[in-house]
């Protein structure tokens, strides 16, 4: 009782920030090739958790896939990306990328908790493919990622103890491995399981990288959320969610912090 609470709770949560020409939620074919980034090991089975989830309600066709990558400081080179993640990003079309930014000095590109989820959304962008973000921490970074498809804030990065490989194949997770419910929720929301309802608890001013501080101007406002409607329930009333509390020069400004 207290999980369903839990789930309910995370996934109400969830704000949906940017949604560029309606990409979520993914409709996901039988030649879908999608790729979990996450920066940190026990975040990996969390994202599965979510597809296998979204498999579970039939909206995972068969043929389709899911990979993850576990990226860090050596994952960007002066040439481009190290080898393997290369290879993975060549056999993706869709990549969902974790965003974990928990101090001001992280909010430049310098630091690769925000330099390779930044270098991810722009590769994308130079070859088709979908990049969607996750803000899984404090959400101020949800202005960083002008090349970004899509971008939620879940405001919760705890992970989940469960092995990634076990959780990949489709094993059951028991109740014994702890995990956190945020991270899972976001997957559940992008892939069409559950509806965006959340809005921003906070303002969110705008990252001055010159000064290394935030601006007095807004990106976003407290109270701003988009939404759509599930892929598991099409009829679901979200009339009442709007984007009030939006900039109106928000995407003009954000593309140049």
């Not at 969830?14 to 879908?32: G, M, R």
């Not at 599965?48 to 979204?54: P, Y």
């Not at 009339?239 to 939006?246: C, N, P």
Request: proline share 5%; aromatic share 8%.
């Amino acid at each position: 009782a207290n999980r369903a609470a839990e789930r309910e709770i995370a996934a109400a949560s969830v704000t949906l920030i940017k949604n560029e020409n309606d990409v979520l939620p993914i409709k996901v074919a039988s030649d879908t090739r999608v790729l979990m980034l996450v920066p940190f090991e026990d975040e990996s089975a969390l994202t599965l958790m979510g597809w296998n989830r979204a498999k579970a309600e039939g909206l995972i066709p068969s043929g389709a896939t899911v990979d993850y990558y576990q990226f860090s400081a050596e994952s960007l080179t002066d040439s481009g990306f190290v080898p393997e993640l290369q290879e993975k990003l060549d056999a993706a079309d869709t990549l969902i990328i974790l965003s974990e930014c928990s101090k001001a000095s992280r909010m430049e590109y310098q630091h690769w908790l925000t330099a390779v989820p930044n270098a991810l959304c722009h590769y994308a962008s130079s070859c088709d493919k979908t990049s969607i973000i996750v803000s899984a921490d404090k959400p101020y970074d949800v202005q960083l990622y002008p090349d970004a498809d899509a971008i939620l804030a879940v405001y919760g990065c705890k992970g989940s103890s469960a092995d990634p490989t076990t959780v990949l194949i489709g094993e059951v997770t028991g109740d014994e491995n702890a995990y956190g419910p945020n991270i899972l929720a976001a997957v559940e929301v992008i892939l069409g399981t559950i509806s965006p309802s959340g809005k921003l608890p906070l303002n969110i001013p705008i990252y001055d990288a010159e000064k290394g501080t935030y601006s007095a101007s807004l990106a976003y406002e407290r109270g701003y959320g988009l939404s759509y409607k599930s892929i598991e329930d099409p009829d679901e009333d979200t009339d009442d969610r709007t984007d009030a509390g939006a900039n109106e020069s928000t995407d003009e400004v954000v593309g140049e912090a």
